[in-house]
């Protein structure tokens, strides 16, 4: 099993629908980031999340340290945010070292 | 600022070669990590470095090795090329080791190597 689980693995969705992607982890974390990545590999940080709620625009992410569960909201999707978001976590005593989930392709059509 | 610079941003070599990538982190950044990501394994931790100390190393073989110099650029190196090795190489940089709420985490666009 791995250590970071997303789901969904991928998520089609019509602009201006509201979008959740969630991380489950099995390990203790010092902080928890969600990126997003675009076609041509780049990645983004959009969140560092060491505990409860952080909001930036139209994006959303959460943390629950004692369920290990986090989730990532989009308000009123729009094309432009179609990407692969991924949930990545940095274990208590693994300094800048991020371990990954899978990933979640996300599609937003007009 | 400028971003996180990775060079080349493409390259193809041969089976047996050997390649160097390099990376240039935010100025002022002393943390630089290397990720590897294929379709097969996503994406996975290579090695971590700090004020020129390898302080963390991911499960690869022998034959991917790194360093940094004292200027925090960091150059990884893979010997014996092989296909499996065909992958796109990312760095990534932030101020610190450890996290706290200012410490982000900055990437750069990555180097695609193909191997054949």
């Known amino acids: 099993k791995n250590e970071v689980e997303q789901s969904p693995q991928n998520l089609t969705a019509q602009e201006g629908e509201f979008i959740t992607i969630n991380c489950s982890y099995s390990?203790?974390?010092?902080?928890l980031h969600w990126l997003q990545q675009h076609p041509g590999g780049g990645i983004v940080s959009l969140f560092m999340?060491?505990?409860g709620k952080k909001k930036h625009g139209r994006l959303i992410a959460t943390i629950n340290i004692q369920e290990k569960h986090s989730s990532l909201h989009i308000t009123a999707s729009h094309p432009r945010d179609s990407a692969v978001y991924i949930c990545?976590?940095?274990?208590?005593?693994?300094?800048?070292?991020?371990?990954f989930g899978e990933g979640t392709q996300l599609t937003v059509n007009p | 600022k400028a971003g996180v610079t990775q060079t080349p941003r493409y390259l193809i070599k041969t089976r047996g070669q050997q390649v160097t990538l390099s990376c240039s982190p935010i100025?002022?950044?002393?943390?630089v990590s290397w990720y590897q990501q294929t379709p097969g394994q996503g994406l996975q931790f290579l090695f971590e470095?700090?004020?020129?100390?390898?302080?963390n190393k991911g499960n690869f073989p022998g034959r991917f090795s790194g360093r940094q110099f004292s200027n925090s650029r960091s150059e990884m190196n893979v010997s014996t090329l092989e296909l499996g090795d065909s992958a796109l190489y990312l760095c990534?940089?932030?101020?610190?080791?450890?996290?706290?709420?200012?410490?982000?985490?900055?990437f750069g666009e990555g180097s695609w190597l193909t191997v054949v």
């Open positions: 990534a940089s932030s101020y610190y080791r450890t996290s706290y709420s200012g410490n982000t985490i900055y």
């Open positions: 390990v203790g974390i010092s902080a």
């Open positions: 999340l060491s505990s």
């Open positions: 990545a976590v940095r274990r208590e005593t693994s300094g800048s070292r991020l371990t």
């Open positions: 100025s002022g950044h002393r943390s």
């Open positions: 470095y700090f004020s020129e100390t390898q302080r």
